[in-house]
């Protein structure tokens, strides 16, 4: 049997329950009572390895995250802002961000204004803004672009196009390696 003095912190009987935090972040008071996160949490991004850190930004938004050997096929995923897939996605998409772990996969068609690929990427692509492939990044099928960094390994294959008119040499960047 779970104790609410010990799971929880202590609550007096007689005090209705505290508003929950707007913070990003757990807080104690003295009495030992705890307030939660909000429900919508920010984009935490990758560490170098292309796994999910736990640093938090300070953006603020709907946040989907298919953890390591999910797999969610067949779907159209809307009203998120975040999509992180660390396991495997086969849908259609419309979002603000999508970051795809070292051993995430997505395949279908995604509208994104930013990309952060650290896996595969699979189908149509259009990233409005930056799209971002890293070493163990490998992209292919359908991409249009705003811009583009290639991280020296990763790989760009298929029908590439900037915003819709051919690739053009002055829109690609080459992250060099340290």
Do not use: W
Request: with cysteine; aromatic share 4%.
């Amino acid at each position: 049997m779970l104790r609410s003095d010990t799971l929880f912190g202590k609550r007096e009987s007689n005090t209705p329950n505290p508003p929950m935090s707007t913070t990003n972040s757990l807080s104690s008071s003295s009495t030992g009572s705890s307030s939660f996160p909000k429900a919508s949490t920010p984009a935490t991004g990758f560490n170098a390895a292309g796994s999910a850190s736990n640093q938090h930004t300070n953006e603020v938004g709907s946040k989907l995250i298919v953890g390591p050997n999910i797999k969610l096929k067949g779907v159209e995923i809307t009203d998120c802002d975040t999509l992180v897939v660390e396991g495997f996605v086969e849908a259609t998409m419309d979002s603000r961000v999508i970051q795809i772990a070292k051993d995430g996969s997505f395949k279908g068609s995604a509208g994104i204004d930013i990309a952060e690929i650290h896996g595969t990427f699979d189908g149509e692509l259009t990233v409005r803004q930056k799209l971002v492939i890293y070493a163990s990044g490998k992209v292919s099928g359908k991409i249009r672009y705003g811009n583009v960094v290639i991280e020296e390994g990763g790989q760009l294959a298929g029908d590439v196009q900037v915003g819709g008119t051919t690739a053009q040499a002055k829109n690609l960047s080459v992250a060099k390696s340290v």
